[in-house]
């Protein structure tokens, strides 16, 4: 763990540059990270900052500076450590004064997926990746904390914000977070809900099926046996087999999101192999497995299967009047944090359009999600 302050900068400054040799260190200066930054600057700022997942030391590194400016104590943890090509990834902590413990933790990921899409501002919409998920919400996040303190609402011991990297490979980051032995009373994670409180979301987890054949020349199918033709009758019966549904998250679904086989289109495929995503609507993902287990098995193929650690639908809290609530299929960071705490789920944009080349949200957006988010913190010091 590093501790920063302001007599740090200059260091900082120095691993910001050495992570990214071409402009990173003149941009810390011209961002100006110095003075308090409007939820509209702060939110360009972050998205201008380049963060795909493995890569977000860019943005880590400016955020640090700019919290350090903001007169946080800034603690940064890490989570995979440097190698000869690549500095240290790291989470940020942030908090007033001395007291690292607080009541309150505000939280969402500063990665994104790729590719990068730069920051524009086409009239009242702002686009790029990151615009919405999640910079929209550390944006918001940090400038409903900042207002609040200066309102004189919230004080030391209140509120700490996370940001961790990792969130949309594995969640590494927020595991990684468990580390620092800190618990709250409540923890407010930030991603695209339309500005909505999410009452929970699906479970998810993830499989890849292998398929083993017998490579041999195309014109004589009878010498080989193929593998693409296995993966294939595989994953016809696994679209067709009846998932676990629920009243509350609706129906299972299963998407095959890549497929490989085969070396040309004259020899017979000796190896296949497809990954699949699994969104879990009820039941836990060891019930799903066996559905999925017994399904191949009726195919009378053997198959290397391989499931990834996931978890079931998750609960999550919506008990503030004044918000509109949604039950979402994405996955979050939330069961990746433990501990005996109130979650909520809330923030700017639409899933919709995220991940996606209109990745984008409205200037009004950022603004109502300030006050969402001051909403919800004044309720859970309450």
């Known amino acids: 763990m590093k501790l920063f302050s302001v007599p740090a900068l200059l260091l900082l400054a120095n691993w910001v540059h050495a992570s990214h040799p071409i402009g990173a260190q003149q941009a810390l200066l011209d961002d100006d990270s110095s003075s308090t930054l409007s939820v509209l600057e702060l939110h360009k700022a972050l998205i201008e900052h380049e963060s795909i997942t493995g890569n977000e030391q860019s943005v880590t590194g400016w955020l640090i500076s700019y919290l350090v400016n903001q007169n946080f ?9 440097a190698t000869s090509s690549q500095r240290a990834r790291k989470n940020i902590l942030a908090y007033v004064g001395p007291q690292r413990k607080t009541r309150t933790l505000v939280s969402s990921h ?10 524009e501002r086409v009239g009242d919409e702002i686009w790029g990746r990151g615009s919405v998920d999640a910079k929209a919400s550390v944006a918001s996040q940090i400038t409903a904390v900042q207002e609040l303190l200066a309102a004189g609402k919230i004080g030391q011991g209140d509120v700490a914000l996370l940001f961790v ?16 032995g800190l618990k709250w009373d409540t923890v407010i994670f930030g991603e695209p809900t339309d500005l909505k409180l999410a009452s929970g979301h ?3 987890m993830g499989l890849e099926i292998k398929a083993k054949g017998k490579a041999g020349h195309s014109g004589y199918p009878e010498l080989g046996k193929s593998a693409n033709s296995m993966l294939i009758s595989a994953l016809h019966a696994l679209q067709n087999v009846e998932l676990p549904w629920s009243e509350k998250y609706g129906n299972t679904t299963l998407n095959i999101g890549r497929i490989e086989g085969g070396v040309a289109a004259n020899v017979i495929a000796e190896d296949a192999y497809a990954k699949i995503s699994i969104r879990i609507a009820d039941g836990t993902p060891a019930v799903v497995e066996k559905v999925i287990l017994d399904t191949l098995q009726k195919t009378g193929e053997e198959f290397d299967v391989t499931f990834s650690q996931g978890y079931g639908p998750v609960d999550i809290d919506s008990d503030i009047e004044g918000f509109e609530k949604i039950i979402v299929n994405y996955g979050t960071d939330i069961p990746n944090l433990k501990g005996d705490h109130k979650r909520y789920l809330y923030g700017a944009g639409s899933i919709l359009v995220a991940h996606s080349d209109h990745e984008h949200l409205k200037v009004s957006d950022l603004e109502t999600a300030v006050e969402g988010y001051k909403k919800l913190i004044e309720h859970s010091l309450k």
């Open 73 to 81: 104590t800034v603690e940064a943890h890490e989570v995979t450590p």
């Open 110 to 119: 500063i990665d994104t997926v790729p590719p990068f899409w730069p920051y």
């Open 165 to 180: 990297v990792g969130e949309e490979v594995g969640g590494d980051g927020m595991l990684k977070a468990n580390d620092m």
């Open 202 to 204: 699906k479970g998810i």
